[in-house]
């Protein structure tokens, strides 16, 4: 419950727990201490702990390998966790194996029609769109939310999730008109599920306020970026990656404003720092 709202601190010493809790109790080979390594996994890629999370992920793959065969649902959870890590680190070529592989599991076991299709559809077609593969991806999103759609209800963090996704496609093909109204629903729906403060609001601020700042309109994208800063500093902390990112785009749409407003706005070492640097000869 505690990582769902995004309170990861408070959420750690229990996943701790339960791990050592499942280990005495039903020692180190057993499905549900895979399952505890995974929880605990996901915590710290969460955190942006990604080389405290690699080691959880394998350890979990592993174990459900050994105990259950390569043909379960939970060695598809487990490779599809591994995928999302190595995905996160650019490490594109790691990860779309493993995709494809979790993607086949869930469909052999589970059928075409399951929520964990829809997952396993949105993880690999956003693989495809980090790489520019944009043909690719945009039919797997497309199926994703539709299944979600279906499966879940129009009112499901699946279904704002999808929604998300197939935007940021759309942006980054200039497909801003399309992309908008996505956003927009994503965003709202959200709030409406998860609340104000969730990390995954403010996901979804930064991506409405950089859609917004692509079209130079920048009053629209500043108050969203300054939101998603706030909400991440309080949730994930100062050094989180989804920090520095939301925080990265700020100053990109903060030097892309003219010298006179920024002038006004901020002391003259701000400026200077923002202002575009001539090229190293």
Not at 33 to 50: C, E, F, K, P, T
Not at 103 to 108: C, E, M, N
Not at 211 to 236: D, V
Not at 254 to 271: G, I, K, M, N, T
């Amino acid at each position: 419950m505690y990582e769902s709202q995004g309170r990861y601190t408070e959420a750690e010493p229990l996943f701790l727990e339960a791990l050592d809790l499942c280990k005495r109790l039903l020692g180190d080979n057993h499905p549900h201490v895979a399952l505890s390594l995974n929880n605990l996994a996901l915590l710290y890629y969460s955190q942006g702990r990604y080389t405290e999370a690699e080691p959880l992920f394998l350890e979990a793959l592993d174990l459900c390998k050994r105990l259950l065969g390569d043909n379960h649902p939970h060695v598809a959870l487990s490779l599809n966790n591994l995928a999302y890590l190595y995905r996160s680190q650019g490490r594109y070529t790691e990860a779309e194996p493993l995709y494809l592989e979790a993607l086949d599991l869930r469909k052999r076991l589970l059928g075409d029609n399951h929520p964990h299709v829809a997952t396993s559809l949105n993880n690999l077609a956003a693989l495809y769109e980090s790489q520019g593969r944009y043909t690719e991806a945009e039919p797997l999103f497309l199926e994703a939310l539709d299944l979600c759609k279906r499966l879940l209800g129009d009112n499901h963090p699946h279904v704002a999730l999808s929604l998300n996704n197939l935007a940021y496609l759309y942006q980054s093909q200039g497909r801003y008109t399309e992309a908008e109204p996505l956003y927009l629903e994503a965003l709202d729906l959200y709030k409406r599920l998860l609340g104000d403060n969730h990390p995954d609001v403010a996901l979804s601020l930064n991506n409405l306020a950089y859609l917004y700042q692509s079209q130079g309109r920048y009053t629209e994208a500043e108050p969203r970026y300054l939101e998603a800063i706030n909400i991440f500093r309080e949730r994930l902390g100062e050094n989180h990656p989804n920090t520095q990112t939301v925080y990265r785009n700020y100053l990109r749409m903060l030097s892309q404003l003219p010298e006179a407003e920024l002038r006004q706005r901020f002391p003259d070492e701000v400026v200077e720092m923002l202002k575009p640097k001539p090229p190293h000869p």
